[in-house]
């Protein structure tokens, strides 16, 4: 599958942005889908995940899990980060990946359960 990401800009603290990754080309699979950020001189860091039937959700932690929503519409192959209230640390490259699927508790997401890459689209939170 092929991946884009889009939707990043430049915000202020308190805003909000929606990211959206279109997914293009053949699976023979059913993909879970993840969204990955990197911030300059950082290494690259889980953001949130969910299954392909949306049923299982995962968020990098509580405070992420209180901003961000991740979400997926399997009929027009999108998948989307609605980040709210943005912090100047969440200030990054954000990467949408796709791997084969994955669900239930206890999972821990890493990038290495996903094997196909988006390019990133920059997200800058300042003030």
């Known amino acids: 599958v092929q991946l884009q990401a889009s939707g990043g800009g430049v915000v202020q603290p308190g805003d909000s942005l929606k990211l959206v990754c279109a997914i293009s080309g053949r699976s023979d699979r059913s993909n879970a889908m993840g969204w990955f950020r990197q911030g300059l001189g950082k290494e690259r860091e889980f953001v949130a995940a969910l299954s392909y039937s949306g049923g299982s959700k995962y968020y990098k932690d509580s405070d992420v899990k209180g901003r961000f929503t991740i979400s997926r519409d399997n009929t027009k192959r999108t998948v989307t980060l609605q980040m709210n209230d943005l912090k100047p640390e969440d200030t990054a490259v954000y990467f949408c990946?796709?791997?084969?699927?994955?669900?239930?508790?206890?999972?821990?997401?890493?990038?290495?359960?996903?094997?196909?890459w988006g390019h990133g689209t920059q997200v800058t939170v300042s003030s």
């Open positions: 990946a796709a791997g084969p699927n994955f669900l239930g508790v206890g999972i821990d997401v890493t990038a290495s359960l996903f094997d196909s």
